[in-house]
Structures are given as C-alpha cells and as structure tokens.
C-alpha cells in the first residue's frame, strides 16, 4: 500500500528559527512530490513542486530535497515567521493518484 | 484565472438525503479528484479521474458516485447522506505530473 508520513504531526517554534518538516513515503516509483500549505478554514495552496528526477526546489525562504532511495523529502523552512503558521502537507504522485500525508501543524510564536 | 470552483460552500443535510457538490475547472486539466478531509487524517481520495468519461475508485468511495461528461465539471454525489459523511470535501485538478490545484473546499454536516 503506498503510504505516506508527516513528523513531525505538530510544531512550535520562536520566530526566526530554521525548522525542518519531514515526509517519507513507502512506494519510491514516484512520478514527483509537492508540498502545499493550508490556512484553517481554507483550500491547499502549492509551495513546491519536486519532480522525481529532480533533487530539490527552492522558492524564497523554502527549500524543498527529494531522496528517492530513501522514501523521504523535507521541508526546510528559513527564518521562520508568524505568518507561516499553518499546516503544510506532502502528496506524493503516483501515476493517476496523488497520496497524502496527515500533515504537520507549524506554529511560529512572535 | 477562477482556477477550481467548488459549491456550496456550506452545507447541512438530514441523514438519508441526497446532494451533489459541484465542481469546475477552468485550466483545461485531465485529472480531477475529491477528497475528503477528517481531522488528524490527512486528505482521502474518493474518486478520481483521467479525463472525460473516465472514473475510478479511490480509497473511500462508498456512498459516494462521480460522473464525467466534460474535461471542466467533476459533480459528486451523495447518495444517501450518513452522519460519517460529515467532513470537508476537496476537489481538485492538475496534469499528470503537474501541480495540483484546489477548490476552497464544502463544509458537509449530516445531522
């Protein structure tokens, strides 16, 4: 069964700190793996895109690597601030079916 | 650009009724999808589909039926509405080994 798993599930931080959120995956015949954000109350909106042959993106103070072998990704995010609080999902594509992780809820205090 | 349009928005049901939540895309995308969101569980795949007159079974699909005439509309129907349908549906649209776009979402209560 393709499974995919977020730790940490929550994560509070100060402001101004690097923090990495993981995701790992069981099935690596992966088409690419994306990274989103959800505000409470609202829809998914997409960080990163990371195709299977790729190794990592980056998008201003978001970096996002890929290790295939190993099943695993992370979310590095650079000093942190109270306006990236929320929750950040990984999916993972795999052919006609895009898998979710339950998530990590970021809590970046002021 | 509207994206993904899903309605209602909100929506309370009585347990046993019947309802179709919309869906819409406007990006011309092949693959559309429902979800489903409970707390502390990520995002379920109900059905999904490739493109136009092609569906399939996600992880949770009793309950529920999805028809696709055109490449914009992906409806969801609920056949008989259960209190553990009670959730936040998602639909959502991209190419295959695109970005994936979302709808805001409809808040379903089955009373």
């Known amino acids: 069964k393709q499974e995919v798993t977020q730790i940490p599930a929550a994560l509070s931080v100060p402001e101004g700190e690097n923090l990495v959120l993981n995701c790992s995956f069981t099935?690596?015949?992966?088409?690419?793996l994306q990274w989103f954000r959800q505000d409470p109350g609202k829809g998914l909106t997409s960080l990163l895109l990371?195709?299977?042959?790729?190794r990592e993106q980056t998008s201003g103070r978001l970096n996002a690597s890929l290790d295939k072998s190993s099943g695993r990704s992370t979310l590095y995010i650079a000093a942190s601030q109270p306006g990236d609080s929320a929750t950040y999902l990984c999916a993972v594509e795999y052919g006609n079916k895009l898998v979710f992780g339950a998530g990590t809820i970021l809590r970046v205090k002021s | 650009n509207a994206g993904v349009t899903q309605t209602p928005k909100f929506q309370v049901l009585k347990t046993g009724q019947s309802m179709t939540l919309q869906c819409a895309q406007d990006m011309n995308h092949e693959y559309m999808s429902w979800y489903r969101q409970d707390p502390g569980m990520g995002l379920r795949l109900i059905h999904y589909s490739v493109g136009a007159g092609i569906t399939d079974q996600g992880e949770v699909p009793n309950g529920y039926n999805v028809s696709r005439s055109t490449t914009e509309d992906f409806p969801l129907r609920l056949l008989s509405a259960a209190p553990s349908q009670t959730s936040v549906y998602f639909c959502a649209s991209r190419l295959r080994g695109g970005e994936a776009f979302f709808g805001q979402g409809t808040r379903l209560t089955v009373v």
């Open positions: 990371i195709q299977s042959s790729q």
């Open positions: 099935d690596s015949a992966i088409y690419n």
